[in-house]
């Protein structure tokens, strides 16, 4: 896998934050302006509809640029996560030395990190687009986002429990390769279908099953460290609490069209909430507690 490491500069470290930080404010406030440029004007009516504009909750504005505000705004939560990545990825691959944790999956193969992030703003992009929009560009970008996200810690508890039942604490160039390349297939084979499951309730159950299954081995060979317990606890509970929240909201269960607060909103940030703690857990790995607070320190953005 691509390594590549520099002489660790704090300097290269802040500019390369601020820079990440500069884009998710310069796209914000693009977004806005566009918003409140085209209030009032129907800019998406040359596109293919999704749908029925009342598939969620949220009392569609079709009259205005961004037609679900609240489910639209809240998708920036998972761009916040893609840049997070973003920098944890670069600086691996970059700033840090790279015999720091050689049992650390995502510390040791940077591209991985990278992976998740491009997967994350993808489908920021496209969820919001879907929800800005209610078009079927925005709906396949968004659906075959959501899949790629979900899939991505899928892949990090695959391939925990490949290096596991190998005995070794590395991967082979090869395993990796296949893992990325398969990954990517999937990802196009889900934005080209023609026919997609909506509920990302299978694949929420894949990823708790998958899950447990890499966590088996782990828990007996780091007992007594809680951090790691209460980051997959922490975790696992959101994304289920996330998915609770997509069921209300889809059958109209708890539903205030008119409210600030939308659960699907909530389905959003809880979901982003739980990759990046899930992505915390694995990056994790290979630490005890002190190690891994300090080195989250390290190299932390803020």
Same mark, same amino acid.
């Given at each position: 896998?691509?390594?590549?490491?520099?002489?660790?500069?704090?300097?290269?470290?802040?500019?390369?934050?601020?820079?990440?930080?500069?884009?998710?404010?310069?796209?914000?406030?693009?977004?806005?302006? %566009?918003?409140?440029?085209?209030?009032?004007?129907?800019?998406?009516?040359?596109?293919?509809?999704?749908?029925?504009?009342?598939?969620?909750?949220?009392?569609?504005?079709?009259?205005?640029?961004?037609?679900?505000?609240?489910?639209?705004?809240?998708?920036?939560?998972?761009?916040?996560?893609?840049?997070?990545?973003?920098?944890?990825?670069?600086?691996?691959? $970059?700033?840090?030395?790279?015999?720091?944790?050689?049992?650390?999956?995502?510390?040791?193969?940077?591209?991985?990190?990278?992976?998740?992030?491009?997967?994350?703003?993808?489908?920021?992009?496209?969820?919001?687009?879907? @929800?800005?929009?209610?078009?079927?560009?925005?709906?396949?970008?968004?659906?075959?986002?959501?899949?790629?996200?979900?899939?991505?810690?899928?892949?990090?508890?695959?391939?925990?429990?490949?290096?596991?039942?190998?005995?070794?604490?590395?991967?082979?160039?090869?395993?990796?390769?296949?893992? %990325?390349?398969?990954?990517?297939?999937?990802?196009?084979?889900?934005? $080209?279908?023609?026919?997609?499951?909506?509920?990302?309730?299978?694949?929420?159950?894949?990823?708790?099953?998958?899950?447990?299954?890499?966590?088996?081995?782990?828990? @007996?060979?780091?007992?007594?460290?809680?951090?790691?317990?209460?980051?997959?606890? $922490?975790?696992?509970?959101? %994304?289920?609490?996330?998915?609770?929240?997509?069921?209300?909201?889809?059958?109209?269960?708890?539903?205030?069209?008119?409210?600030?607060?939308?659960?699907?909103?909530?389905?959003?940030?809880?979901?982003?909430?739980?990759?990046?703690?899930?992505?915390?857990?694995?990056?994790?790995?290979?630490?005890?507690?002190?190690?891994?607070?300090?080195?989250?320190?390290?190299?932390?953005?803020?």
């Amino acid at each position: 896998m691509l390594s590549i490491h520099f002489k660790n500069n704090p300097r290269h470290q802040v500019l390369l934050s601020v820079s990440l930080v500069s884009v998710f404010f310069i796209t914000a406030i693009t977004v806005s302006l %566009l918003s409140e440029h085209y209030s009032g004007k129907n800019v998406w009516h040359g596109l293919t509809p999704s749908g029925d504009h009342n598939f969620w909750c949220e009392r569609n504005k079709v009259t205005e640029f961004i037609i679900e505000p609240m489910n639209s705004w809240s998708d920036f939560s998972f761009f916040i996560v893609g840049l997070l990545m973003m920098y944890y990825g670069i600086s691996d691959l $970059f700033f840090n030395d790279p015999i720091i944790v050689p049992k650390n999956m995502l510390v040791k193969h940077p591209l991985l990190t990278i992976t998740s992030a491009i997967a994350n703003i993808f489908h920021a992009i496209g969820t919001f687009t879907n @929800h800005a929009c209610r078009c079927w560009v925005g709906y396949q970008m968004d659906v075959s986002g959501m899949y790629l996200v979900i899939m991505i810690p899928i892949l990090h508890n695959l391939l925990h429990i490949h290096k596991n039942n190998r005995s070794t604490s590395h991967f082979s160039p090869i395993s990796l390769n296949v893992a %990325l390349i398969s990954y990517l297939i999937l990802g196009a084979f889900f934005f $080209f279908s023609t026919y997609v499951i909506e509920d990302p309730g299978l694949i929420v159950v894949l990823l708790l099953a998958t899950l447990g299954l890499s966590f088996k081995k782990r828990w @007996h060979q780091e007992k007594g460290l809680i951090l790691h317990k209460k980051l997959l606890a $922490f975790g696992v509970g959101t %994304l289920i609490l996330g998915y609770s929240c997509w069921l209300l909201d889809k059958h109209r269960l708890l539903c205030f069209p008119e409210s600030q607060f939308q659960l699907h909103a909530a389905w959003h940030v809880l979901t982003s909430i739980s990759l990046l703690t899930l992505f915390l857990y694995h990056r994790s790995e290979g630490f005890d507690t002190i190690q891994f607070t300090v080195f989250i320190e390290k190299v932390s953005i803020l």
